[in-house]
């Protein structure tokens, strides 16, 4: 089955870059999303399409593609931006919905 | 504003059933290609199944630890979305979320599957 593989957690301090990658066999084919999730919320949309930003979504968050990763990147990590991060995509034939296992994002 | 909101979850024993159900409005649900998706208590985000557009042809697709067991339906005249579960394992015990897996998420409905 396909799989979209993510680094279990990632840790910067506040003003400093996060990145967070996603990598997919499909993914060079397939666009890529991504979920902020806090904790016992439901998740919000921050990357659409690879690289998009949804309305409301801080200019810091911001996607980008190569091959098969993509990558999730928030400038400027604010302690607001602490969260559980997912990306999510479709098998090559997009018979299939995957989500990465998810990245723990701490900033302090 | 879009709205989803689930209801329905339930604590039930294995091996029994329940009907999820998904109440759209404030955007164009007819059009929209509609999920399941499932958090397990402490654990990540999982797809359960996605109904397509009848538009786009209505194909439906399910994760394969659901396969023959759930059944996802939709009612475009009323904007409703629903999850037909059979067969409930403990391991099927999770947080439901309706979604477009775009911008609209419900809150979740809580199933617990327990003897």
């Known amino acids: 089955s396909y799989e979209l593989t993510q680094p279990p957690s990632v840790s910067v301090s506040p003003g400093q870059t996060a990145r967070i990658t996603c990598s997919g066999d499909?993914?060079?084919?397939?666009?890529a999303y991504w979920y902020q999730q806090k904790s016992g919320q439901s998740p919000v949309l921050v990357i659409y399409?690879?690289?998009k930003r949804p309305p409301r979504i801080p200019e810091r968050f911001s996607g980008s593609s190569s091959g098969t990763t993509v990558t999730l990147t928030i400038s400027g990590a604010q302690e607001e931006d602490e969260a559980d991060y997912y990306c999510?995509?479709?098998?090559?034939?997009?018979?299939?919905?995957?989500f990465g296992g998810g990245t723990k994002l701490t900033v302090l | 504003e879009a709205q989803l909101v689930e209801s329905g979850g339930a604590l039930v024993k294995p091996g029994g059933s329940l009907r999820l159900s998904c109440a759209a409005s404030?955007?164009?649900?007819?059009?929209?290609?509609m999920s399941w998706v499932r958090q397990a208590p402490g654990k990540g985000l999982e797809w359960v199944a996605r109904?397509?557009?009848?538009?786009?042809?209505?194909?439906?697709d399910y994760a394969a630890p659901v396969k023959g067991r759930f059944t996802i339906s939709r009612d475009d005249s009323e904007n409703m979305l629903y999850l037909q579960m059979n067969s409930l394992r403990t391991e099927d015990t999770a947080v439901y979320f309706c979604?477009?897996?775009?911008?609209?998420w419900g809150q979740g409905t809580l199933v617990t599957v327990s003897s």
């Open positions: 979604t477009t897996l775009s911008l609209y």
């Open positions: 404030g955007f164009n649900f007819k059009n929209a290609w």
């Open positions: 109904f397509k557009s009848i538009s786009d042809g209505g194909k439906i």
């Open positions: 499909a993914l060079p084919k397939n666009y």
């Open positions: 399409e690879d690289s």
């Open positions: 999510y995509s479709t098998d090559i034939n997009d018979d299939y919905v995957v």
